[in-house]
């Protein structure tokens, strides 16, 4: 069993991360665990027409974002399993990132993942706004030096999405390959898949 924590916090994209509750939800070797900020529910208002449920409701445990005490905020619960647990943070706002180059994390989405960062265990922050200030530019190499996966939300084509479903699922199996989660969910192979002339 391999714990996984999802932490959403209030960027656009909650289809994203609804639709990777969804895939890890399906795996039955991971025990996903998920927070969602109160930013991320005013996006789900804005996105999904929906609550936190939507997404709390897919995963084996769930946590108040302004629970502090709960056990992702200490070091001892990542480590409680045969492999150490990873954080997902899918999306992250500006906000969290800058709490989270900061150091001053306000709540649990953003506890956590600082927690993961003092563990030097896996942190992957899927982060979306654009265009790019030099604050946030600063903050992202900033994390990126304490440890964690910055992988900006942007998506590839040249796996020949259908769909948005496929855009999604194929960005969920980048996100999986980082914390090397197995997946059958595309990978690009080079000229097998390239466009015959
Ligand atoms: C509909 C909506 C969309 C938003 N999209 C983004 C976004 O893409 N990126 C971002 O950094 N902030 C975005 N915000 C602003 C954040 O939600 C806001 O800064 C919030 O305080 C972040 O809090 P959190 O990081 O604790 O969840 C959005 C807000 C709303 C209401």
Redesign the pocket.
């Known amino acids: 069993m391999r714990d996984i924590l999802v932490g959403v916090?209030?960027?656009?994209?909650m289809p994203l991360a609804l639709c990777l509750l969804r895939l890890l939800a399906a795996m039955p070797d991971v025990r996903t665990h998920c927070i969602v900020?109160?930013?991320?529910a005013?996006?789900l208002r804005?996105?999904c027409d929906a609550g936190p449920e939507l997404l709390t409701t897919l995963a084996d445990a769930c946590y108040a974002a302004d629970d502090l005490g709960a056990g992702p905020a200490g070091g001892s619960w990542w480590r409680r399993g045969d492999t150490p647990a990873a954080m997902l943070l899918v999306?992250c706002?500006?906000?969290?990132l800058g709490a989270l180059a900061s150091g001053a994390t306000r709540?649990l989405?953003?506890r956590a993942a600082d927690v993961a960062l003092k563990e030097s265990l896996p942190l992957v922050l899927v982060t979306?706004?654009s265009p790019l200030s030099a604050v946030h530019l600063r903050n992202m190499l900033t994390l990126r030096e304490a440890g964690a996966v910055i992988m900006p939300f942007s998506p590839g084509f040249y796996l020949r999405p259908q769909s948005l479903d496929d855009l999604l699922a194929q960005t969920c199996g980048r996100i999986f390959d980082q914390i090397g989660l197995p997946h059958n969910l595309g990978r690009w192979t080079g000229s097998e898949t390239a466009r015959p002339r």
């Open positions: 916090s209030g960027a656009s994209g900020s109160s930013g991320a005013a996006v804005a996105e999306p706002s500006m906000g969290t709540n989405v953003q979306r706004e």
